[in-house]
């Protein structure tokens, strides 16, 4: 299944990447918006932290096997980490190879004028930011359910929100609640970055939400002794 | 080994555990039989650290577990209800995983999977998926898993479903090879089972412990004095009227007419239940008096209880109450 969702998100990647190309033949366009900037392209990764994700612990509790894991001489937090830490390396590993994008465009285009690496590096520095951040979330819903169609949905949703926050901002009235929402928005962030501009306030918004939700899961599994 | 000081656990609609308190010795054997719902599983998972009581302490090996949760698990192997498994894993990869989780230093961890392995019977399928194998391979499997750490303490939630007979003769043999050294606490509803295997037994019902002791004490208790049926043709007044001049005799019952109809010579043949008292045969007495008195005696004979019968007077009781 782990080579399924690679392949699949790698199929999307790539066409994601071609169609910009193609649109913008001859044109000027930021090196780093080609990839991160598409949005095709991000509703794949989020995709696909829904499918890595859903079943972390919503198989483990629908089968048993939790309770297995959960009475070895481990600590719950333990436990946790481990299941984060094998999801976002396989996120890693899945996102790395979309690199031979650009490795193939400059030795396909070597006339195209310098490539400029560091949008790229901040291209990749923001995927994996949200990525690691949206596991976190994606590792608590599937904590809080038995059924992993019900984890990759809740995930999925709680992610579009967040990545699509300046959407939501259309619908909402008040200009103060505009821009708070555009401040969070991910989108926004993903832009900064795919042009080069690294802030460190969404950094630290992403991995302090990282961190939020990884204590927040460790809690989730913990409830099962106060039922 | 284990001690269990008036433990509750309350889910939120019911209470599956209700201010329960025992204790197990080291090496000991004990079963907790009951029927489905009693509280047994909600029970192993409080001693197996996975729920923690709402009222009550648990100790094992004079651990508190809500404490020191993690030196109790090393001692305990936990094989779960249903023995729950990755079906995607091969098994020599399972016991390598599981060896790893539970500490097992890395020198010890081959040696200790192949002893394991030898001792469920597991070694002509080490390389199956696990997912291909059958119930009892699986439950083996867990079984394995339980035993891989040397645990102190065994804890087995219905070790046995899902074998075939042979299995479970072979399951129970290791279990009794394993009581020398290991405790073994199981819950099971099979009452042959907790008869065969164990010291103890705790017969649960509604959440509680309403009745522990060795099987033959408790089909003893059960028994309390004991009964004999005889079945006499003669005129029943008289008939009642001897009998309960028998010493040893407490009560005369007369049950009915005879059980079958093969009476047909006779219309006085009747079945009487005697209680007697614990420790004498009056068996011998009731033939002579049938005998002096010239009626026909065709059946004389002890009831015998089993474990069953406690039960189900034990758990049909409580329940109605």
Redesign the interface.
Known sequence: MAYVIMVAFLVVAGLSFCRPLGQHLGEQIGIGELLFGAPYFWVAVLAVIALITMPLFAEERR???L?????????DLQVVLGKYAGALVFFLLMTTPTAAYFILLKAVAPGMAALDWTPIFTGYLSLWLIGSCFIAIGMFVSALTRSQVVAAVGCFVAVSILFFMDTVRLVLPGAAVQAALTYLSSTQHVQDFAQGVVDTRPIVFYLSLTVFFVFATVKAIEA???? | MIKVEHVTKR??SAVAVADISFEVLRGEIVGFLGPNGAGKTTLM?LL?????PTQGRVFIDGLDVFLHS??A??R?G?L???A????EMRVDEYLSF?AK???IPRRKRRERMEEVKVLCGLKDVERCIIGQLSKGYGRRL?LA?SLIHSPELLILDEPMVGLDPNQIRAVRELIGALGRRVTVVLATHSLAEAEAICQRVFIMNHGRIVASDSPEHLVGQLQGNVSVVAEIAGPPDEVVERLRCVSGVLTVQLVGPAASGLGRGSALWRRYRLGCHPGTDIRPAVFGIAATQGWPLRELSLEVFELEDVFIKLTASVGRG
């Not at chain 1, 099962?224 to 039922?227: E, F, H, L, M, N």
């Not at chain 2, 197996?48 to 923690?52: D, G, M, P, R």
């Open positions: 089968t048993g096997t309770e297995m894991l959960l009475t070895a001489p481990v600590t099962r002794q106060w039922k | 889910f939120a998972r197996a650290t996975y729920l923690a993690l030196d698990r090393r305990i936990y779960p209800e249903n729950p498994l990755y079906p599981r989780l539970k500490g867990a898993d």
